[in-house]
């Protein structure tokens, strides 16, 4: 049987930071693919190194951060090919800026949304608007490359997208980032966050996402801030492969 070293055959996670949210604290993190032809797939940037207070909400208590990993695994930031962007809230665009030899794959109405000037994404705009960076904008559901795949999912911004990602030996792996934060909110009656931005949209974006786990025997689901979860789950410099 032939290989088709072109598709994934790791998967890292990488926690970059938590904040001390109960009952099981809330993780920042983001993702790297690698494919058997060597093509490095950074997803999300995570953090920035300077996160700014917000009144009421707790403090940040920092790990190493996504340059920081990476080096745990001997990148450094121009050895990344692909950045994946799902959305540019600052906890997932913090050092974009710093992967300009990538080239940056988003949806096209986020990207419009925030290049207009929408105050969501301003406070990251340094990072994710840096004048060196090369974007590549798409329009809903795309298969990146073989065994990885764009899923477009609306409801916590507009033009956010999730990740499936097919693994030789654990299978398929879907991670929801922020369209599903919790395993207690992947259920069609869910409630939103509140940073979510349109209710309808996150509904039909998680039964999306549900359809898709038992239509392609999704063996393993990632969500983007569950820290029970990602307590038991490999993270650099273990990996899913």
């Not at 809903?140 to 490359?145: A, F, K, T």
């Not at 996150?202 to 393993?220: I, P, Q």
């Amino acid at each position: 049987m032939t290989i088709n070293t072109t598709t994934p055959q790791r998967l890292y996670l990488m926690q970059v930071a938590s904040a001390a949210v109960p009952p099981h604290g809330l993780p920042f993190v983001c993702y790297l693919v690698q494919t058997g032809d060597g093509k490095n797939i950074l997803i999300d940037s995570g953090l920035p190194t300077e996160v700014p207070t917000r009144p009421g909400f707790p403090a940040v208590e920092h790990d190493k951060d996504v340059i920081e990993q990476l080096a745990l695994l001997g990148l450094k930031p121009g050895d990344i090919d692909i950045l994946v962007c799902t959305h540019f809230d600052l906890d997932h665009a913090g050092h974009h800026d710093a992967f300009t030899n990538a080239e940056l794959i988003v949806q096209r109405p986020h990207y419009e949304l925030a290049r207009g000037g929408h105050q969501r994404f301003a406070i990251s705009r340094p990072q994710w608007d840096h004048p060196e960076l090369r974007y590549r904008l798409i329009d809903g559901d795309s298969e990146l490359l073989p065994g990885l795949e764009l899923i477009e999912t609306s409801g916590h911004a507009p033009g956010h997208q999730s990740v499936l990602v097919r693994l030789p030996e654990t299978g398929p792996v879907l991670l929801t980032i922020d369209a599903v934060p919790r395993q207690e909110a992947f259920t069609p009656d869910r409630t939103p966050g509140p940073f979510d931005d349109n209710l309808e949209q996150l509904k039909a974006s998680t039964r999306k996402l549900l359809d898709l786990v038992e239509h392609e025997r999704v063996s393993l689901v990632v969500f983007g801030h569950d820290g029970a979860q990602w307590q038991t789950l490999k993270k650099v410099p273990e990996y899913y492969s």
